[in-house]
């Protein structure tokens, strides 16, 4: 079926938002218009008439001409508002903000429509960033007497009763020891790669992610302080600030997040990177077992996520 929009103008906007200035078909808006009586005249009641057989008049009487006609528009840009994002190849997200122009029966529909997009990115220099952060090898990590022995002493602090020493606890201590430093490393070299790869992306990053990233932290924060048996409005009154002071000192950190996230992405669509499928299953129902009300959905969302991203970071380093 032939799209009924027309005039369509794509304008950019800073923080990749779009602005699209177009009209839809008059006829289309009439068949709208159609449509938003039948919808009125099968709920509305009015008296003398038995719901569903008012006649016409009677319908655009009583709910006003206006209201249908601004109902009309709603109807008949639902229909083409993913129409216009289709063939322009727009990647909408989040709610648009729509504005009518011209609205009158028997001419085209007038409209201006914002919306938030995914931002494009185009770099492609990530081997080579990953590359240049080589770090330091898993073999080149050991454990000394000394640390080993700082350890068996706080042990001896908090079990003096019943601590017993032996060679099996301090090799099994210094073996901890070295994985600790193993991934320590690899987390900071995982930070300084990220870091110079969100520098070189320049993302135009959009307010709609940074707001999700910073709710998502919120949440869990609130989570956290929930656990420690308080409540978050106490802490809030406690450390004398508000939510928005929290959102404001953290908003920095939720754009690298937020940026990350779509550089990750971007890298695994290049590399048609994906996770192991036995392994989200696996992480599914490990965390549904603990969590028997969640919702498996949003469970398997937060999994392949986490997974594509720990995938990317192996692509990155050269662990495929």
């Known amino acids: 079926m032939k799209n009924k929009f027309e005039n369509v103008k794509v304008s950019k906007l800073p923080k990749s938002q779009v602005e699209i200035e177009a009209e839809i078909a008059a006829s289309a808006l009439k068949t709208a218009h159609e449509t938003a009586i039948k919808q009125a005249k099968e709920t509305l009641e009015i008296p003398g008439f038995r719901v569903g057989h008012a006649p016409e008049n009677m319908i655009i009487k009583h709910v006003g001409e206006m209201k249908l006609l601004e109902q009309a528009a709603g109807i008949a840009l639902d229909t083409e508002y ?17 504005t009518i122009t011209k609205l009158a029966l028997g001419n085209p ?46 042990l001896k602090k908090r079990d003096a009763e019943n601590f017993k020493d032996s060679e099996e606890l301090r090799k099994k201590i210094k073996e901890n020891l070295v994985e600790q430093k193993i991934f320590q490393a690899k987390e900071k070299r995982r930070l300084a790669i990220a870091e110079k790869m969100i520098e070189k992306a320049g993302i135009d990053l959009p307010d709609l992610l940074v707001e999700h990233e910073l709710e998502v932290m919120i949440g869990q924060f609130k ?12 802490y809030l009154q406690q450390i004398n600030k508000k939510e928005e002071d929290i959102k404001n000192e953290w908003r920095k950190n939720a ?53 594509l991203n720990e995938a990317v970071f192996q692509f990155l380093e050269g662990d495929k």
């Open 82 to 98: 993913g129409n216009i994002l289709t063939e322009h190849n727009i990647r909408a997200i989040g709610m648009p903000k729509i």
């Open 109 to 154: 529909l007038g409209f201006k429509i914002i919306t938030t997009v995914l931002p494009e990115i185009s770099f492609d220099s990530y081997s080579e960033i990953a590359k240049s952060e080589s770090g330091e090898k898993s073999e080149g990590f050991s454990a000394s007497d000394e640390e080993v022995e700082k350890v068996i002493e706080d």
């Open 223 to 234: 989570g956290d302080i929930e656990r420690a048996g308080l409540t978050y409005e106490g």
């Open 255 to 307: 754009e690298n997040k937020a940026s990350l996230q779509l550089i990750l992405n971007h890298i695994a669509g290049k590399e048609k990177i994906k996770p192991d499928e036995n392994m989200v299953k696996k992480e599914m129902e490990h965390i549904l077992s603990h969590h028997k009300d969640a919702e498996r959905f949003r469970v398997r969302m937060y999994v392949e996520n986490l997974l």
